[in-house]
Structure formats: structure tokens, C-alpha cells
């Protein structure tokens, strides 16, 4: 009865939220929002100079640890690439092992909720102002990016939290807390401390950036596609809202196991639907693709007409790239937590892939399109600009693409409620009350993200995202040879034959 309770007065709430939109309430959030939001993102872009151009200072933060992280591990994003395509096949799967999905699954799961809309419009908009050249650097900032997943994902599994149901429960909450109290009381308390601001901030993050912006940008494809301002579906975001709420209550009520079971099929056809797509329209332009080669190399590092020169294009690939992949945030950590398995370093080597599909294939091919087609001097951006440059080649392709966005967008808010749960659950205790209260609150943010024009909400829950990586690098930082212990004990194995292969 009082689940029911619950469901009526969250209905009655969606039906009158049309009406509270008219009336501005939007329009007063964000003014009230507007303070700490700036407070916020004037901390995590804190301008650090760099030669003629700032550089934000999270995105510092980020590619300064994958670095590290690259050289500590003796570059293992490139020499354990071929074995990690062996455990997502499942050649060494152990089905008796803890753990509640396969390798394959809980790869599907992460990559659905970083791939998404900063592989359309992030990459768009990394050409738009860092020219040909961003593409380079957006794929070194890809590369390195992996072994910062494989880091933080590794840990994830070594530190999670076993339940006597077979349930798993994992993430950076959970390898701050237990793993810092490994090297005594007073890191103790500072693990704790790291693991409550890093829930807090993706609780955050789960409601903004990982639902309420997605659900926004999707309407917004879609009404474009459909008339614009003219469209029947203009003033009816609260309708769109609740349709995605219900498909989205659907899958998420199946915990991780609904969820993996949705993602890996939704993300291998959404990629290879886009790819496709890509692949197509550059054999069509094939002698362009040299060119485009050689421009994307020459801007690299002699960009012309880029503010800041050769560190303007450098900053703009990282960021798009580090902003998209969300490699050291530790987001995927919580999912690739899940897997089955009794070696932590399997789940760590299979998250390799994460960024290298997202970044190194996926972005690369939105690049490159933009790039031979010719559209980026069109003077526009973002999904307009993608969608232009696939247009100007395959005529019907908005029609895909406003498939594909609105896909992403489910399969990324599918899998941040997840992310958002487990740090709901961290904060707030592990019961069936939580759980329903936290599913139902992140259903709500869905139709508000669809009918209401939350800007400086959605710019803080975005910046929230990026401000996980900070509690989480600081305190992997800590944990790195836990990591390496890790990894010499398993390749050892792996090289003696001692690995049982199926």
C-alpha cells in the first residue's frame, strides 16, 4: 500500500508538471541554482595558463593521472589489448565465481553510459573549434584513458562487496573506504571521507548529466526532426518524459541484471548502426581520406587559426576525449564491479576497450566524416553538425541519427541509475525502501529533464560528474600498488599456463 502511495502522488506530480512549467518555476530553479553552480564550476574549470591558452583544471587532474597510470603499469592499454578481446569472449569465464553478469555484459553496461551524445555532438563541437588537428589528440587522450580504466576498474572488483543473495555491490565508494583503512586509521579516515563526497557527487551527476541532460537533448532531436517549433511534439516534453520514465522504470526495476541484459544488445546495435553509417559515407569520399589524414596530422601540431596555436588544438581534443570517455571519474567502476569473476585484474584489462571504442573508434569516425565531408565550416555545431555532415552524404540519415541519440540516451540513463543506486545505497543503507525511493526520484528527474528548461541544473549536475574524478584519482593514487600486485601475480599465471581456458 504504501508503493502505491508513493506511485500515486509521483503521478499526480507528473501530470501537473506541464502547468508548473508554464508558470516559471523553471526560470526561478535556475536563478536559485545559478550561485552554486558557478561556485562549483569555477573550482572544477579552474583556468590554470599553459603557454598562450587556460587549461581547465580537471581536465589537468585527468590526463596528468592516466599518464602516470601508463607509465606504472608499463603501457598495459597496448600489451594486454589481445587478451582482454579473449575475456570479453569469454575464453577464461568461471561461472561458479561471485558476480552477477559476464565480462561482455558488464562492458556493454559501461559503455553505454559513456558512449552517447559527447561522441555526436562533443566530437562536433572539439572540430568545430580546435580544427582537423583536435582529432589527434583526442585519440593520444583515448589511448591513455584506458589505463586509468583499467585502474580504477581493477579496484573495483577487489574492494566490492559481496552478499550472501549472489548480489554484488562496487565502485569507488567501496575501494576508498576499505582500501585506504588497509594502510591504517588515519587513511581510514580519509578513505571515508573521499568515499561519501565521491556518492554525494554521483547521486548528483546520476540525476543531471547522467539523466535529466539526456532526456533534454533527446527531446530536443527529436522535435528538430519532426518540424522544429511547428512540430505537434513541441510543447509536449512531459509526454516524451513519460514514455522514456516508463521504458526506463521497465528495465531499471530488473536491477543490473535487466539492465546488462538491455545494454548488451542496445549498444552493440546502436554502434555498429552508427559505424555502418561512417564507414559507409568515408569509402564513399575515399580519396578524400588521405587528405583528411593529413590535415588531422598537420593540425595537430601547426593548427592555423586555432586560438592558443598548438595548445589550443591539444586542450580541445583532450577535453572532448576526457569528457567522454570518463575515464578517471570512476563511474564505470560501479558497473564492471558487477562481473563474475575471482581475479579483479580480468574485469580491469576487459575495461581497456571502454575507452578505446568510445574515443578511439567511435569519436574518430564522427571526425572523420565532418572532416571529408567539408560541413565544418557550416557555422554550426554539436548534433547539427554531425547531422549535416551524415546528411550531406546520406540524405535520410537525421532519421538514424535521431535513432541513435535517442538510444544512447536510454542506454546511458539505464545505466547511471545504476551508478547513482549504488552510491544512493552507499550514502543511505542497503534496503528495499532505498532502493524503491531512489528508482522512483531518478523516474521523476526524467520528465523533468523533458519539460523543463533546467540549464544551470543540468550545467552543475554535469560539472558534478567531472568532480567525481577528484575524490577517486586521489585516493586511487594511494592504491596503485595494490593494482601492481595485482597484475604481476596474474600475468605471472597467464604466461606458466596456470589460467584455466575454456
Not at 50 to 61: C, E, R, S
Not at 421 to 426: G, I, R
Request: glycine share 12%; net charge neutral.
Amino acid at each position: 500500500m504504501r508503493i502505491i502511495r508513493i506511485l500515486t502522488a509521483v503521478l499526480a506530480t507528473l501530470v501537473a508538471l506541464p502547468a508548473v512549467a508554464q508558470d516559471g518555476i523553471d526560470q526561478k530553479i535556475n536563478n536559485a541554482i545559478q550561485p552554486i553552480a558557478d561556485a562549483v564550476t569555477s573550482v572544477i574549470f579552474y583556468p590554470i595558463p599553459l603557454g598562450f591558452a587556460d587549461i581547465p583544471f580537471v581536465l589537468v587532474w585527468l590526463v596528468t593521472a592516466a599518464t602516470i597510470m601508463t607509465v606504472y603499469f608499463k603501457f598495459i592499454n597496448l600489451r594486454a589489448f589481445t587478451h582482454g578481446f579473449k575475456l570479453v569472449r569469454g575464453d577464461y569465464a568461471d561461472p561458479d565465481a561471485a558476480g552477477e553478469v559476464t565480462h561482455f555484459q558488464a562492458l556493454a553496461t559501461a559503455l553505454s553510459g559513456t558512449v552517447g551524445l559527447g561522441n555526436i555532438a562533443g566530437v562536433a563541437v572539439a572540430v568545430s573549434l580546435g580544427g582537423p588537428g583536435a582529432t589527434f589528440w583526442m585519440i593520444v587522450a583515448g589511448l591513455l584513458g584506458m589505463s586509468s580504466k583499467f585502474t580504477e576498474c581493477t579496484l573495483g572488483v577487489k574492494y566490492r562487496n559481496e552478499y550472501p543473495d549472489g548480489t554484488v555491490s562496487g565502485g569507488p565508494m567501496y575501494y576508498l573506504s576499505k582500501g585506504l583503512a588497509e594502510k591504517g586509521p588515519a587513511f581510514a579516515v580519509l578513505g571515508k571521507v573521499l568515499a561519501v563526497v565521491f556518492a554525494v557527487f554521483c547521486v548528483g551527476g546520476a540525476f543531471g548529466g547522467g539523466n535529466m541532460f539526456q532526456a533534454n537533448q533527446s527531446f530536443s532531436q527529436l522535435v528538430n526532426v519532426t518540424g522544429g517549433e511547428a512540430s505537434w511534439l513541441a510543447d509536449k516534453g512531459w509526454l516524451f518524459g513519460i514514455v522514456v520514465a516508463a521504458l526506463v522504470g521497465l528495465v531499471i526495476l530488473g536491477g543490473i541484471r535487466g539492465i546488462a541484459r538491455v545494454t548488451s544488445k542496445i549498444v552493440p546495435f546502436m554502434a555498429v548502426t552508427y559505424v555502418l553509417a561512417g564507414v559507409v559515407i568515408i569509402l564513399m569520399n575515399v580519396g578524400q581520406v588521405p587528405a583528411a589524414f593529413g590535415a588531422i596530422l598537420s593540425g595537430a601540431f601547426s593548427p592555423e587559426g586555432v586560438a592558443g596555436g598548438f595548445v589550443g588544438v591539444l586542450i580541445v581534443g583532450f577535453q572532448r576525449a576526457a569528457f567522454s570517455n570518463e575515464a578517471g571519474v570512476g563511474s564505470a567502476a560501479i558497473a564492471h564491479s558487477a562481473v563474475q569473476t575471482s581475479r579483479p585484474v580480468t574485469e580491469g584489462i576487459v575495461a581497456l576497450y571502454e575507452p578505446f571504442v568510445d574515443t578511439v573508434v567511435v569519436c574518430t569516425i564522427t571526425a572523420l566524416v565532418i572532416i571529408i565531408t567539408g560541413t565544418a565550416s557550416a557555422g554550426v555545431d554539436g548534433v547539427q553538425l554531425t547531422s549535416n555532415a551524415f546528411e550531406s552524404a546520406i540524405s535520410w540519415f537525421p532519421w538514424v541519427l535521431t535513432v541513435a541519440v535517442v538510444l544512447f540516451a536510454f542506454s546511458t540513463m539505464i545505466s547511471w541509475s545504476y551508478y547513482g543506486l549504488k552510491s544512493w545505497t552507499y550514502l543511505f543503507g542497503e534496503s528495499r525502501a532505498a532502493d524503491i525511493v531512489f528508482k522512483l526520484l531518478f523516474l521523476f528527474f526524467v520528465v523533468i529533464g523533458s519539460s523543463m528548461q533546467l540549464g544551470a541544473v543540468i550545467g552543475f549536475s554535469d560539472a558534478m560528474i567531472l568532480a567525481m574524478a577528484i575524490p577517486n584519482l586521489l585516493g586511487v593514487y594511494f592504491l596503485l600498488p595494490v593494482v601492481k600486485r595485482e597484475l604481476s601475480e596474474y600475468w605471472a599465471d597467464l604466461k606458466a599456463g596456470r589460467l584455466e581456458q575454456n
